[in-house]
Each structure stands twice: as structure tokens, then as C-alpha cells.
Nanobody, 123 residues
């Protein structure tokens, strides 16, 4: 099983990027997807998640600017990032999980992570 994240790179303040994450080796339709980001010296931060029914949740720091979506036919999740700011600079990770208790992330049938893709926003 592998999650391959892509789409990171350099963007200017106010610009946009679209991250993609595709899974292989497993069918990812019943799971939830999430995007996290991490900067050096800080804990990984949950910024967006989407349920199997496509319900979405966002961190306050990205609400109104980022949009998460999924395509079950392509085993993929996306993160559209608009109005980028320098503080959005981080390594972004995709996460696919299927847990009986999703909120506490317990009793999980699986919990897969992508390798991370770097997003750099210049001021």
C-alpha cells in the first residue's frame, strides 16, 4: 500500500497550489482522508479532513482558503489551496484511515500516510 502525494512547490503570496494524493495497492472508498502539515520543530497539524460521505472539516487557519475533495474512482484526495500566505509554508502529508472511532483514531482497520510534499510560499 502506498500513498503518493504531489503538487507541492513554490508559490507567491496570494497564489494557489493544488495537492494530490493517490493511493495504490488498496481500494480507498470507505475511509476518511485528511491533510496535515508540519514545519520544523512543530507538531504535525491537521488542516482538513473529508469523510466517506464527503463531509469536510477545516482548521481555522485555512478555513475559507483551502478546499479538500476526494475522487473514489481514482483512489485520490486533493487539497486546493488559494490565497496562500508565507505561514502556509510546510511539508504537507496526506492520510487515509478507516477507524471504528475516527475521532479518537482508535480501533483502526488501516491508517496510511503519504511521504509528504513541500509547499513554500514567498512573501
Amino acid at each position: 500500500v502506498q500513498l503518493q502525494a504531489s503538487g507541492g512547490g513554490l508559490a507567491q503570496f496570494g497564489g494557489s497550489l493544488r495537492l494530490s494524493c493517490a493511493g495504490s495497492g488498496v481500494t480507498l472508498t470507505l475511509n476518511e482522508w485528511a491533510w496535515y502539515r508540519q514545519t520544523p520543530g512543530k507538531q504535525r497539524e491537521l488542516i482538513a479532513k473529508i469523510t466517506r460521505d464527503s463531509g469536510t472539516t477545516y482548521a481555522d487557519s485555512v478555513k475559507g482558503r483551502f478546499a479538500i475533495s476526494r475522487d473514489n474512482a481514482k483512489n485520490s484526495v486533493y487539497l486546493q489551496m488559494n490565497s496562500l500566505r508565507p505561514e502556509d509554508t510546510a511539508v504537507y502529508y496526506c492520510n487515509a484511515y478507516l477507524c471504528l472511532d475516527a475521532d479518537s483514531r482508535s480501533r483502526c482497520l488501516y491508517d496510511y500516510w503519504g511521504q509528504g510534499t513541500l509547499v513554500t510560499v514567498s512573501s
